[in-house]
């Protein structure tokens, strides 16, 4: 992936600094995706849904957060392509979503998503970064905003899911942690 070093028109603490972090974690797990031999199916399962994970909050902290910031600042059509590129990359979350290691196709999701992935980054830290920046926005508070609405979204995924007609849930539900997904509803 292309990286550009953060300038001093991005504080520490502020969104850019933020997103950035976010773009070197998803890096870093796509990286230890890569060093996993095929047989570690457990791990390759468990970095995979981290993945997921990660990217999805963070293109829905984008979402809310980093594009509507840069309306005005940028030609519509460049938020209409990564608002694009973000749908895409929840379709491929979501195929991954049913799929397991040994899967035919799930390396090659991986792959894809990879590639996605790389690109978009590329386009946001070197065309939408740099845009955000020349705006003067206040990226301390975009920062701030940005940190309490991403604590809220995992506090909500950690909380237990509420009781349907009077009856709580049980078993693989109850007292999960948030991150595990009910996905791979289809048997082995």
Sequence with gaps: MVQTSQTSAEPPGGILAQLRADHAHVRALFHAFAMLDREEEAQRE???DELCDALSMHALLEDELFYPALRGAVDDSLLEDAALEHDS???LVL???SLFPDDE???VCVAVLADEVERHVAFEENQLFPALARTGADQ???GLRLRTRRAQLESDLAAAPPAIDGI???GLLGGASGRVRERRSRPR
């Design 89 to 91: 990359t929840r379709e």
């Design 95 to 97: 195929q991954l979503a």
């Design 140 to 142: 301390l508070g975009l």
């Design 105 to 107: 196709y799930f390396d």
């Design 168 to 170: 709580a849930p049980r």
């Design 46 to 48: 468990r970095v995979v």
